[in-house]
């Protein structure tokens, strides 16, 4: 079962890789996701080197359905945020899932 990743874990992880006190990987970390939220509130492509890309994309108008009543609802056009994982990121993640699997953990990657 996969476990979230919590702010406070990060904060943990960075401080044992770099040895920073807590308040400076805290400073460091809300610094690190602020220029990501900026760069993208302001339209910008993010591009992280060996992880990946977020952008931006819009969604136009649609038909929706109320899954409680079944009655369809318009949802409205709005922008959003995507993720498209670097090739160096996939291959990494598709190696560990396959060191587990061969490990007798299943794990389906796609």
Do not use: Y
């Amino acid at each position: 079962m996969a476990a979230d990743l919590t702010k406070a874990e990060l904060c943990d992880a960075v401080q044992r890789e770099v040895g920073w006190t807590r308040h400076e990987v805290r400073l460091f970390v809300d610094a690190f996701f602020a220029v990501i939220r900026e760069r993208l509130e302001g339209g910008e492509i993010v591009k992280l080197s060996g992880f990946g890309v977020f952008s931006l994309r819009d969604k136009g108008r649609r038909p929706g359905r109320n899954p409680r009543t079944g009655e369809v609802v318009p949802i409205e056009p709005r922008r959003v945020v995507t993720f498209h994982a670097s090739r160096k990121l996939r291959e990494a993640v598709a190696e560990a899932s396959s060191v587990k699997s061969s490990a007798g953990v299943a794990v389906e990657v796609p």
